[in-house]
Structures are given as C-alpha cells and as structure tokens.
Nanobody, 114 residues
Framework: QVPLVESGGGLVQAGGSLRLSCAPSETIFNIRTMGWYRQAPGKQRELVAT???????NYADSVKGRFTISRDNDKNTVYLQMNSLKPEDTAVYYC????????WGQGTQVTVSS
C-alpha cells in the first residue's frame, strides 16, 4: 500500500495553533473521503474530522469550532488547522484516505502543554 505522509505536528502551549498536512507518497486515484484520527496514550484511536471529495465535512464534538479540515483534490492533500489547542488534544494524529484501499499515515505527534 502507498503510505500517507503527515507533517506539522509538534509542541505548542495551550491556546496555540498547529496546522497538519498529509499527502500520499505516490499518486493515488479515486480517493473519496480523507480524514484525521488521533490516539492518546492508553486510549483507542478516535475520529477527529473527515472531508469528502465534494467538501462535506464531519467533526468530533470535542473539536468543533476549533479545528478545520480542508483538502486539495488536485494534490490529494488534506489539512487540519487546529486552533485554541487544549492539553487534552495531545495525541498522535493519523491521516486516513479512503480510495481503492484504506490508507493510513505513520502518525505525527501533537503535544499541548498547559
């Protein structure tokens, strides 16, 4: 499978912002939904946000109003703008793409200090 490559994670203080990006390492055709998931230590992986090819979005209640997902269909790239970050947002963030197969990235660490 073609892996997805995430970037943009890091350490930020509470109230700060980060922007995550994700793109496939090789061209993938017919990607439908792209999204972001996260997994905190000791917890299950959970959905953060998804976006369809036509731009319909879905967010977890915990991030609504703070996070914005967007995508560039020409580049098969998906972004996650994260504002007003909280310590509870600390997790490894994974990119996901639904196409001929289900693709996942390796994850990028986001740490929010209080």
């Amino acid at each position: 499978q073609v892996p997805l490559v995430e970037s943009g994670g890091g350490l930020v203080q509470a109230g700060g912002s980060l922007r995550l990006s994700c793109a496939p390492s090789e061209t993938i055709f017919n990607i439908r939904t792209m999204g972001w998931y996260r997994q905190a230590p000791g917890k299950q992986r959970e959905l953060v946000a998804t976006i369809t090819r036509l731009g319909s979005t879905n967010y977890a209640d915990s991030v609504k109003g703070r996070f914005t997902i967007s995508r560039d269909n020409d580049k098969n790239t998906v972004y996650l703008q994260m504002n007003s970050l909280k310590p509870e947002d600390t997790a490894v963030y994974y990119c996901n793409a639904d196409g001929p197969y289900i693709y996942w990235g390796q994850g990028t660490q986001v740490t929010v200090s209080s």
